[in-house]
């Protein structure tokens, strides 16, 4: 009767030993079950910041993008206006200021103001061409000081291109360049291959546009020909190039 006691005693202390090392393993298991969660909430958030500041960034370009678009079409609107204005006629003997000419006979007057203009060969975006399209951004927001501003001739209806009301002050422009139509030349009427009736001007519309954020910066450019002078055609406006560049 009295070796049970005994039993129950020798079991017990044959246990004891093992209590203590079983309780220190939970501890550090919890820590590092609590990081490695932590870890992952922690890559989670950045993941979801990282998209969408992306997603912001998207955003903000095709909203650039389409107010670029939209000041192309404003500009095309500027060079077929047709009131009587000196911004559409050479003006009497002795003007200074930019016109769009209507043929190759105001072509030489034009090109003598702007040649001799100070500074850039540009007078509220009306341009002599370039040698070669410029394919730098930058390039064009130095030119800034001698473009055409968004509503600056051609005020637009209300609600009408609504992308320029996400537009800050200052940060969209348009430039027409004149360029003669020249069959003989294909460099200088860049590369049209196929000859749309007989017109005497080509232009080359480029149009800036900044978004909100500062690395948003997009260049629109089309060579148009705003009557084809093609009676198969209805004389309508072409584009014979598009091209883009984003920042």
């Known amino acids: 009767m009295r070796s049970a006691p005994h039993a129950h005693t020798w079991a017990h202390s044959q246990r004891k030993p093992w209590a203590p090392s079983t309780r220190g393993w939970v501890l550090p298991v919890l820590l590092l079950l609590m990081a490695l969660m932590g870890t992952l909430v922690l890559s989670l958030w950045r993941s979801a910041i990282t998209r969408e500041s992306l997603a912001r960034a998207d955003a903000d370009r095709l909203q650039a ?29 002795g003007s200074t200021q930019a016109f769009y000419p209507r043929d190759m006979a105001d072509w030489p007057r034009l090109t003598a103001r702007l040649q001799h203009a100070s500074g850039l060969a540009c ?17 064009w927001v130095s030119r800034l000081s001698g473009a055409a501003s968004p509503g600056q001739f051609m005020p637009r209806a209300s609600g009408a291109d609504s992308a320029f009301t996400q537009l800050y002050p200052g940060t969209a422009a348009y430039w ?17 291959e196929v000859t749309p009736g007989r017109p005497s001007l080509v232009y080359r519309i480029t149009a800036y546009a900044q978004g909100r954020l500062a690395g948003t910066r997009v260049v629109q450019q089309v060579l148009w020909l705003a009557n084809t002078q093609a009676p198969e055609r ?3 406006p072409r584009v014979l190039q598009w091209r883009e560049w984003l920042e």
């Open 65 to 93: 993008r389409q107010a670029a678009r939209a000041l192309i079409r404003e500009a095309q609107r500027d060079i077929q206006a047709s009131t009587p204005e000196s911004r559409h006629s050479p003006g009497a003997e």
């Open 123 to 139: 007078q509220q975006g009306i341009c002599l061409s370039l040698t070669s399209p410029e394919t730098g951004v930058a390039t």
């Open 176 to 192: 027409v360049e004149l360029l003669p139509f020249d069959t003989d030349n294909l460099s200088t009427s860049s590369r049209i």
């Open 234 to 236: 209805a004389n309508a």
